[in-house]
């Protein structure tokens, strides 16, 4: 009889033991998170497509849909039409000039004539003088021409500056239009079906990287000295009964406030009050979900 109890009091106490080296056997824990991003409409209108479904993976910068915009197509090409009948009545200085060229070449040559007539005592210095003023006269007469035709025009194109800015803005808000995934991730939570009405800041759906998680385990205040950025890390989670998928971390983040522990969150000191969190990220195989629990051993060897 006493021998028996000497053996089940050594059990229990193996098991003990067991059970303390099992809690010891990871030095931070914590649930597995990731960065997730709402995206949300930049147009008001229908959604006229909507390629979305949770779960879904979607590539960034990948097109997934369109909002209604038919209008604002309609408003640039009246505002194209616009521009067209402005530049339109743009004037046409070579040939508006053109006359007044001619006149030119004309009086130059007739200059050339009196010029030649002086020297042979043929005509007067007067006669070539007035030649002369002719010539110069036709050649303001085409700079001042000049001058007022630039100045229309001008003007002209001044008026066409605002016509393409108000183009530029609709090409933006048809751009807006086009619905357009920002992140490479998958699909947790979708807010929108098609053919609803939309207004900007609507959101349309959640999404998250799952290639790489991040988990955010607590230490207590007597661990930090321990740990640094960059710092490579064994991560496990639980694969079943007694068993664990093994994971190499790198620590990327370590907070420079305490808080208290998180009622959720076991850390190796159960008696500490204060812990400091931690953000280690890790690349996932398929098997990571985001709020699973995952454990981090510090050594540079796998944890036990």
Known sequence: MKATFILAATSLGLLFTSC?????????????ESVETIVSTESAGTL???????????NKNQWIGYIDSTQLYYKKQQLQA?????TSQQPDIPVQVASLQEQLKEAEKNRDRFANLVKSNAATQQQLDDANTQVEVIKKQIDALKSTLGINSTTILKNVA??????????????????????HGTVLTKYSENHEIVNPGKALYKIAETDTLILRAYITG???????????????????????????????????????????????????????????????????????????????????
């Open 82 to 86: 616009q521009i067209v009948s402005v």
């Open 162 to 183: 605002p016509l393409e800015s108000q183009i530029d803005q609709i090409n933006d808000q048809l751009k807006k239009c086009k619905i357009i995934n920002p992140v």
């Open 20 to 32: 303390s080296n099992k809690d010891k056997d990871y030095d931070a824990s914590g649930a597995f």
């Open 48 to 58: 006229m497509q909507f390629d979305v479904e949770e779960g879904q993976t979607l």
């Open 222 to 304: 007597a661990q930090l000295s321990n740990i640094k950025l960059g710092q490579k890390v064994n991560v496990r989670s639980d694969q079943g009964a007694d068993k664990y998928r093994q994971y190499s971390g790198i620590v990327y983040w370590i907070s420079d406030k305490s808080e208290f522990t998180p009622k959720t969150i076991p850390t190796k000191d159960e008696r500490a009050d204060l812990v400091y969190a931690i953000k280690v990220r890790v690349v996932n195989d398929g098997f990571l979900k985001i709020g699973m629990y995952g454990e981090v051993k510090f050594e540079n060897q796998p944890a036990k």
